[in-house]
């Protein structure tokens, strides 16, 4: 402990970057978090391994450098297991809890889309009526007396495969969207 009674009485050295949340210096916060750790977890790192460790992990957020911290220091040690965490398991452990949280907020706001979309649809659903394409150049053709068989290039495609769109004359193309358009002002 003697390292961080030392560490808070000298200015830190190097490149000093701040939090994004309230512009206090991340790397003398990191190293403060750090001796914490070791104190929770009865060990006694040198000033000099902290700062090199709070180097290393200053480039993550803060937010999961202290969930890390606070979880690695309630952590029972294992049989054998040191008892200051090497830089690695502690960039692993930082890493693994940026990636969750990451997660949980992706899985949040996909959640959040799905419902938002969901109340749409509930709210409008003359905006979401199935369009049936190969229904309505099938139509297109039969007045003309057309078959529907494009000639296309690959087997198996049929005008059903809304990819398939790029095998339409020009003629077909505009017939459709003429369509298309009379479809929307009736709506």
């Given at each position: ?14 490149k000093i970057?701040?939090s ?7 790397q003398p916060w ?6 914490r750790l070791?104190?929770?977890?009865r060990a006694e790192?040198?000033a000099?391994t902290?700062e ?7 480039q993550?957020?803060q937010?999961d450098?202290?969930a890390?911290?606070n979880?690695l220091a ?13 830089l690695?398991?502690?960039d ?6 940026r990636?969750?949280?990451?997660r949980a907020e992706?899985?949040q706001r996909?959640r ?11 709210e409008h659903p003359e ?6 394409f190969a ?5 297109i053709?039969?007045r003309?007396?057309?078959t529907m068989?494009p000639?296309?290039p690959r087997r198996?495609?049929?005008l059903s495969?809304s990819?398939d769109?790029q095998?339409?004359?020009?003629q ?5 969207a003429?369509?298309l358009e009379?479809?929307?002002r009736r709506?």
């Amino acid at each position: 402990m003697a390292a961080l009674v030392e560490m808070a009485g000298r200015e830190p050295q190097g490149k000093i970057e701040l939090s994004s949340k309230r512009g206090v210096p991340l790397q003398p916060w990191l190293v403060v978090q750090l001796g914490r750790l070791a104190m929770a977890r009865r060990a006694e790192p040198g000033a000099k391994t902290l700062e090199l460790f709070a180097e290393h992990l200053c480039q993550y957020e803060q937010r999961d450098l202290a969930a890390t911290v606070n979880r690695l220091a309630l952590q029972e040690r294992c049989e054998g297991e040191l008892a200051f965490p090497d830089l690695a398991t502690l960039d692993r452990a930082v890493r693994d809890e940026r990636n969750g949280r990451m997660r949980a907020e992706r899985e949040q706001r996909e959640r959040a889309e799905a419902a938002a979309e969901e109340k749409r649809r509930r709210e409008h659903p003359e905006d979401f009526v199935p369009f049936d394409f190969a229904g309505e150049l099938a139509k297109i053709k039969a007045r003309k007396g057309e078959t529907m068989t494009p000639q296309v290039p690959r087997r198996g495609a049929s005008l059903s495969n809304s990819a398939d769109i790029q095998y339409l004359t020009p003629q077909q193309l505009r017939e459709l969207a003429d369509v298309l358009e009379r479809q929307e002002r009736r709506r």
